[in-house]
């Protein structure tokens, strides 16, 4: 690995490790909390880089395997005297199976990328507009059967009882190995082939890339890391249904991808920490502003339009991201040289 990518995966692993520390240094329960989504959001976001910072397809579908993730281990972890009432029309043969639940998200992440492997291949021959607009198509398709699957998910209604076994530590360590790993995807020969075939998609298919085969292999890869990270944020929460997983989150975490820059795992990582920022300053605002009764109606959506207005800002004066093309540890070493 080149020096400015050691000093890249340095600056971005000490990143992770300040965001598990600072919790335990301040000793505050709630700061523990958004620190834990926001190693949690790490995992999605960084998992999403992987596939569409390296193809160059942005993937709507990212957030319907997250919700595969969460309802495939919470499946086989909540306890089975509680299946009985959270879900009571499971099939016989997984009704008394039941798992840890860190082996749970495992197989929840495993779940999500074999779904991925089966149902992906065919959409990895497109392209541009019609690739953007298929991906759509298939969170609209995840998200149906999930919000159906009585016997699976409950259907529409809330699903309960998954055991509690998230915590910080544990999400800031797989969030540290999304980032591992999609620096070492990226530098891989099907990293450099793929970002190859997105900045010319003919001359390296001329070159003999098997794209939809590269494709395909990110988009695997992304969809673990989002299973992962679904069955990760189930075992948080522990309560969840299947609005959870569908437009609003995938906002966020497209905003968090975009904003930092959707080329760079940079990118990835330092969206995630402004956007999780700026999230819950504008979400405490909103709060004491409902609290205060400064207003005759109460405040509502604040959160939201100010994320879109960001996300517009940037794109207008950073069109690439705040880290568009290149990783930090070359950005410094860069400058360093210049003023030596």
Request: net charge positive; aromatic share 8%; glycine share 10%.
């Amino acid at each position: 690995m080149k020096r400015g990518n050691i000093l890249t995966l340095v600056i971005l692993l000490g990143l992770v490790a300040l965001l598990v520390a600072v919790p335990a240094v301040l000793q505050d329960r709630l700061t523990e909390r958004i620190a834990t989504a926001m190693a949690i959001s790490l995992v999605l976001v960084v998992g999403l880089q992987t596939f569409t910072g390296n193809s160059g397809i942005l993937s709507f579908a990212h957030i319907g395997f997250m919700g595969v993730g969460a309802y495939a281990s919470a499946a086989i972890t909540i306890p089975v005297q509680m299946r009985g009432m959270a879900l009571p029309d499971l099939y016989e043969i997984i009704k008394t199976v039941q798992v840890s639940g860190y082996v749970g998200i495992l197989i929840g992440g495993l779940v999500a990328a074999l779904i991925a492997a089966v149902i992906a291949y065919p959409l990895m021959r497109l392209s541009d507009a019609p690739a953007v607009i298929t991906s759509f198509a298939l969170l609209v398709v995840l998200h149906t059967i999930i919000a159906h699957w009585s016997a699976v998910t409950n259907g529409p209604r809330t699903l309960f009882g998954l055991p509690s076994v998230t915590s910080l530590p544990l999400a800031g360590g797989i969030a540290a190995v999304a980032v591992v790993v999609a620096l070492l995807f990226k530098e891989s020969r099907i990293g450099l082939l793929l970002r190859a075939s997105r900045d010319d998609e003919r001359a390296a298919g001329a070159l003999g890339a098997n794209i939809p085969s590269l494709r395909w292999r990110a988009f695997i890869l992304s969809a673990l890391f989002a299973g992962i990270g679904g069955a990760l944020w189930g075992h948080f929460v522990t309560s969840f249904s299947p609005k959870a997983f569908y437009l609003k989150e995938t906002f966020v975490i497209l905003g968090m991808l975009v904003i930092g820059g959707t080329n760079t795992v940079t990118g990835a990582v330092i969206g995630t920490f402004a956007v999780t920022i700026l999230f819950e300053s504008l979400r405490a605002l909103e709060t004491s502003l409902n609290a205060a009764d400064i207003f005759a109606d109460q405040v509502v959506g604040l959160t939201e339009i100010v994320l879109a207005m960001a996300m517009m800002g940037v794109m207008f004066l950073k069109p690439g991201g705040l880290f568009a093309a290149t990783e930090i540890g070359p950005l410094l070493l860069r400058r360093f040289k210049k003023k030596g």
